[in-house]
């Protein structure tokens, strides 16, 4: 089997860039993010065993999967920024919304132990925006709170990443502490810097490299009207019967086809696409389908539309990095968010 490259690591730092540890690291969406703008990554974390080896590959890392509770403060590293997108199943709308009751919910107990210990100038935290109003409020205002009781002044907003020249809709929440004693009585987030762009910038004409299935093929010319519902070979499913939700003055012919728990969403490839999440189960049944070409979008357009470069490689099954990508951060929002952070700390 053939070695692809190895994404090199970021060797243009300088003495005055920031150290962060990407905590919940993910597939690498803060650090790909936070790196390009000269941040150095001195301390990376991830329990996902299929996560890691993407990681590793990716940054040239050899790190072991574990769980953050795990960790010892005292023996990691010193850094500046306290960095992860902590888990979002307790706060997601798709989920229960358990909050604090979903044992995942305490990872920012973990994040306030580590922090306490550690001190690190700033904590930089990314969840879904459901958390600012799950339980009226009250999940975010216990993390203000708690966050103020081990000095720290909190700020947060939550960013759309489609007006950072990403083409789809991923409003998401993000939280930044800083240090009571840095003196920071208030911080900007970026504002939005560029026009929408629709889903048309990321696809690849001809790129058959996921087909679809026969009953997507009469899935599309009965949503176009060609062919009746008698006369599909299956029975139609009750959340299929019709399009849930369409653009104005879609194509049907020429749109993308998101599969939800709740229906079908047709989506005018001229506008950004709603927020991307696959089922657990994976496979090829929750990914968009492109009309026009008859077929799944690829995996080198999924990653365009969170925003990874197109060398990003996952040496992992299709699937899974499917899965990887829906469950990531777009590193485009964290760097504009970062550099704001460096503005402010100088």
């Known amino acids: 089997m053939n070695e692809l490259p190895i994404r090199p690591a970021n060797k243009n730092f300088t003495h005055s860039c920031l150290t962060f540890a990407d905590f919940y690291a993910g597939i690498g969406g803060f650090r790909l993010g936070l790196e390009q703008i000269g941040w150095q990554c001195v301390f990376s974390n991830e329990n996902n065993p299929d996560c890691v080896k993407t990681y590793n590959h990716n940054f040239h890392e050899s790190i072991k999967p574990q769980d953050v509770e795990a960790l010892i403060p005292s023996l990691l590293p010193d850094f500046e920024v306290f960095c992860g997108g902590f888990p979002c199943q307790p706060f997601s709308r798709a ?198 070409e008859r077929r799944h979008l690829s995996l080198l357009e999924i990653k365009r539309l969170m925003g990874f470069p197109d060398d990003y490689y996952f040496p992992v099954s299709r699937t899974a990095a499917i899965k990887q990508l829906s469950n990531a951060v777009c590193p485009p929002v964290i760097k504009h968010i970062g550099i704001n952070i460096t503005k402010s700390l100088n």
């Not at 993000?174 to 929408?196: S, T, Y």
């Not at 229906?263 to 999440?277: D, E, H, L, N, V």
Request: glycine share 6%; with cysteine; hydrophobic share 40%.
């Open 95 to 292: 989920g229960q919304q358990k909050g604090w009751q979903d044992s995942r919910g305490l990872a920012i107990q973990e994040i306030l132990r580590i922090c306490h210990e550690k001190k690190p100038k700033v904590i930089f935290l990314e969840n879904v925006s459901n958390i600012v109003r799950l339980n009226q409020g009250q999940i975010l205002k216990d993390i203000l709170i708690q966050l103020k009781e081990i000095n720290y002044l909190a700020f947060y907003a939550v960013i759309d990443s489609k007006y950072f020249q990403i083409p789809q809709s991923r409003p998401r929440f993000f939280l930044l502490a800083f240090r009571k004693d840095l003196g920071i009585k208030n911080f900007q987030f970026p504002q939005p810097c560029h026009a929408e762009v629709g889903i048309e910038k990321i696809i690849v004409p001809g790129d058959y490299s996921i087909p679809i299935s026969e009953k997507w093929q009469q899935y599309i010319d009965y949503y176009a009207g060609r062919i009746t519902a008698e006369q599909l070979s299956f029975q139609l499913p009750k959340t299929r019967i019709s399009i849930e939700r369409a653009s104005v003055n879609v194509d049907y012919d020429n749109c993308i086809y998101q599969m939800r728990s709740s229906g079908i969403r047709a989506i005018s490839i001229q506008k950004p696409f709603p927020t991307f999440a696959v089922s657990v189960s994976g496979g090829g049944a929750m990914i968009p389908v492109y009309s026009k």
